[in-house]
């Protein structure tokens, strides 16, 4: 879903997106000078982001390639690595909609965005003070482009649901994790704080190796706060 937020974020740029799901397609995706710019987050599918920008730094048909951070597991540590390894900017997830798009001219150079029709309007029934502020937040007033990426949400919502049950009936919490990182950021973007401390909340447990029955238990509070979510915009 955040990848779907970039995507139509930057849609009215001059520019040729592709999405690439996991390091793998990456490299395959990847020819030599045929990028101007890489933005990722730093922990997926198959391996950590920081590997792959080492072996970009030291491959000589990549090695000034810009590469933007966009990431919600931002420490020192990663800073320092960034700085180390020469990265453009380090964007903290979710970044408003004005942030990426001036990050990503700054990087480019693009100069100006090019006016494209407006996305098709998605009204949501979110409550207006929460869709207001998610809008002003996190996609530069622009209504249109929330009640779109809205729509996305709520279609991906009920599939992050099933992982987060099946992770709880399995006692995988590594899995468990994951799924409250996802939803953490991304019910923050569109504007549910509750809902996103929730995640986060699960998340920390998660990582700490709190008891099941915990886990269980901030499962269903985040579970029950997702199900209303995706009640209230059908």
């Known amino acids: 879903m955040i990848r779907r937020f970039i995507g139509m974020a930057l849609a009215e740029l001059p520019i040729e997106l592709t999405h690439a799901p996991c390091i793998a397609e990456l490299w395959r995706q990847l020819e030599p000078g045929g990028a101007d710019l890489l933005i990722s987050d730093l922990m997926l599918p198959d391996g950590h982001a920081m590997d792959v920008f080492r072996a970009l730094r030291q491959d000589p048909s990549h090695a000034r390639l810009p590469i933007v951070i966009l990431s919600a597991g931002l420490t020192a540590a990663v800073h320092a690595q960034a700085a180390e390894l020469k990265v453009f900017r380090v964007l903290e997830k979710p970044v408003p909609y004005a942030d990426l798009i001036a990050c990503v001219e700054q990087a480019l150079d693009a100069g100006r965005i090019v006016a494209s029709a407006?996305?098709?309007?998605?009204?949501?029934?979110?409550?207006?003070?929460?869709?207001?502020?998610?809008?002003?937040?996190?996609?530069?007033?622009?209504a249109s482009l929330f009640d779109e990426f809205f729509a996305s949400c709520v279609a991906q919502l009920p599939l992050d649901v099933e992982a987060g049950d099946r992770a709880c009936a399995s006692g995988d919490a590594?899995?468990?994790?994951?799924?409250?990182?996802?939803?953490?950021?991304v019910l923050l973007l569109i504007g549910d704080t509750e809902a996103h401390v929730?995640?986060?909340?699960?998340?920390?447990?998660?990582?700490?190796?709190?008891?099941?029955?915990?886990?269980?238990?901030?499962?269903?509070?985040?579970?029950?706060?997702?199900?209303?979510l995706c009640r209230a915009a059908g």
């Open 118 to 142: 407006a996305p098709p309007d998605a009204a949501s029934r979110l409550g207006a003070t929460q869709r207001e502020r998610a809008i002003a937040d996190h996609f530069g007033s622009r």
């Open 174 to 185: 590594a899995a468990l994790r994951r799924v409250a990182h996802n939803l953490k950021a």
């Open 198 to 228: 929730l995640a986060r909340r699960l998340e920390q447990a998660a990582a700490a190796h709190q008891a099941q029955a915990t886990l269980d238990a901030d499962w269903r509070r985040l579970r029950s706060r997702v199900d209303a």
